[in-house]
């Protein structure tokens, strides 16, 4: 690796580290309505101040389009306001609960992810509530006339309420229209097609030089082991601090799974040795050493997409398999999902060589990674739909045409071995089912044709 590779790596991290936490973020539904309320408290308690001090010079010409009601109009439709928008969010949520139980009946449990993400459902929520918080806050400003001062109307907020109100309105029938579009399993894959993508991009972008292979005699016979404190899916990997542990204790560190896997707490996470063979590690520093590893890996209880490019590929086979299921029994479905995870293995089959090591700027070995292996993935968007789609002609076509495409869509001979492998199991699988013979004949030329692609014969 060239000279400055550390801060390479750390520059890739820090954007990876934001993509997770952007997508955290992201997945939540409290931030931006929370955020409305506190908008709508503010401007509730500073515009009836300005309006006081203005409403003497505002010309009659705009006078005639502000607020010209009472005291007792203006409660009774602040009032009106506050209740009606309550009544509105109330039925946003149980639109939204229904919609996330009919997502997860349809598709899978783990896409309930993408609709809490929805940006529509946050700014929806957002001006409900914000627009609920602004009226009461104007509605403690409205007084009667007392001795010493005339009633108090703020004729420029109740105006903006009135408006704010008008923009629910527009709102809630934009929601109810984008919901219905929502409940399409075509959009959902749609979504997880290019939460994917953009992963993917994220990865090729963050890359760094590395080695390309180690060693034959790289690892050594005697390692000392990481343990992870916690269980949870590996979320991100902290590279640059893997990195600077290596660096500092000079060790070499080697991650044991990529991101997206299941840990187990109390069991390894990666091993590490000393570079200098003859260096024997007490117990003390080899705890120490084996926390500081342990630290860089970001457990969490749940799969994200954020850097975990497998993530969108499990969601899709999960939408496949469910598609493929007698409850369901929805093979264009399948098919169509079939479709997207052609597309993203196509994606990363394209991606340059991802290195095995990072060096550090003397180009000495520092950290083995464990990157995701096209062979795995092809495993995990293959297997179920095989094994549960080879009965369908449809699916069972479609399968055939994935591994076409992708061999198509990636040069590299590396992948030959991969394509082939899972070329012989889907024809096995076919063949075990009860086809007639014009079906056995249109899986045969598809088979003959996958062949050819995947030897780079394309016709």
Known sequence: MANGSVEEVRRGNSRRALASIGESFASELWPVPT???????????????????VDAHIAPSLASLLFGGGVDSARAVLSAIAGSLITATSLTFSLTVV???????????????????????????????????YALTVLRTVQDATI?????????????????????????V?????????LRVETTMKQVHAETSDTIRLVSETS???????????????????????????RGIDRSGLLRVAVRDDVVIEEQFPVGH???????????????????????????????????????????????????IRLLADIVVKALS????????????IGHLSAIIGEIASLPEQPVALTDDDDLIRVVLRTHVLEDLLETALQQPRRYGAGDPDVAARLFQLIREVAFLTSDPRYRDALSAQLERLEASVAAHDYDVTERDRFAALGASCRAAVQGEWA
């Open 35 to 53: 955020a409305a309320v506190v908008v709508g408290v503010l401007l509730g308690i500073v515009l009836p101040i300005v309006d006081q001090a």
């Open 208 to 234: 760094v030089e590395g080695v390309a292979t180690l060693p034959a005699d790289f690892r050594p016979a005697n390692s000392f082991l990481s343990i992870t404190r916690t269980s949870g899916f590996i």
């Open 326 to 337: 007698p409850g369901i029994n929805d093979p264009t479905t399948a098919v169509g999902g």
């Open 262 to 312: 299941n840990m187990v707490a109390h069991t390894p996470v990666a091993r590490w040795w000393p570079r200098d063979v003859l260096r024997h590690p007490g117990a003390d520093e080899a705890e120490a050493i084996g926390g500081g590893i342990a630290e860089a890996f970001d457990l969490a209880y749940e799969r994200t997409s954020s850097q975990d490019i497998g993530f969108g």
């Open 148 to 172: 010493t001062a005339g009633e108090q109307v703020p004729r420029i907020a109740m105006t903006l309420a009135s408006l704010l109100t008008l923009a629910s309105v527009i709102m809630l």
């Open 174 to 182: 934009l929601f109810l229209a984008h919901l219905s579009k929502q």
């Open 99 to 133: 919609a996330l139980q009919l997502a997860s009946n349809q598709a899978s449990p783990r896409v309930l992810r993408t609709f809490a993400k929805d940006r529509t459902v946050h700014a929806t929520l957002a001006i409900f509530v914000g627009t609920f918080a």
